[in-house]
């Protein structure tokens, strides 16, 4: 007995389902590669956020700019670098014009006083080695370099400066002199041991 043939109706549903079938395929194929791309791009940004995390860790030094009117300081801007050395933003000193003293050690403010004194008189300040209480907590040590500028009527009207991070080499130095100290007591250890055998000797 011969098989009943699906009526036309059915025929049409069957293949309205196949076409629709077939274009979720298409959307699915299309949504995978989508996911592939999206991730490929995620991968790369992740790869390039690295590679500037790295870039800016090694930044050491930053430039600072003094604005000065009438002996006085007006406005002070610091280079995108400070936050590197000091972890600090140029926008935290823009609004906190006290901070970039209250972050200098304490034991060494008066230097850093008095080396910022001396360069708004236009006199020659020499550059500074002094600590700051970087934002983490930890403290740094940071070379500072002013420069005068003048006008023709030698008035000073800016002072520029370069700040530069020199804990690692002030870490090296601190240990050099610790194994100085180390060899230096051993040293004394050994001739204090032989003029009391040459004593008993004696």
Not at 44 to 70: H, Q
Not at 79 to 96: L, S
Not at 133 to 139: A, E, P, V
Not at 171 to 181: D, G, I, T, V
Request: proline share 3%.
């Amino acid at each position: 007995m011969p098989l009943d043939e699906p009526a036309q109706g059915q025929t049409q549903s069957l293949e309205e389902a196949l076409r629709r079938l077939a274009a979720l395929e298409s959307q699915l194929s299309e949504l995978r590669k989508s996911e592939e791309e999206r991730r490929s791009t995620e991968d790369l940004l992740r790869k390039a956020e690295e590679r500037y995390r790295r870039l800016f860790e090694s930044v050491t030094d930053y430039v600072y700019t003094v604005k000065v009117e009438n002996g006085k300081a007006v406005s002070t801007a610091h280079g995108p670098g400070c936050f590197w050395v000091t972890g600090y933003a140029p926008e935290e000193y823009e609004a906190d014009s006290n901070l970039w003293y209250r972050m200098v050690h304490k034991e060494d403010q008066p230097r850093v006083l008095e080396q910022a004194n001396l360069a708004m008189a236009g006199k020659r300040a020499e550059p500074l080695e002094h600590r700051i209480l970087h934002k983490d907590g930890s403290t740094r040590w940071v070379r500072n370099t002013p420069v005068v500028y003048k006008d023709n009527q030698s008035r000073v009207i800016i002072c520029e400066g370069v700040i530069v991070d020199i804990t690692e080499r002030k870490s090296a130095e601190e240990k050099l002199q610790e194994e100085e100290r180390f060899l230096s007591n051993i040293f004394r250890s050994v001739q204090d041991g032989i003029s009391i055998l040459d004593h008993n000797l004696n």
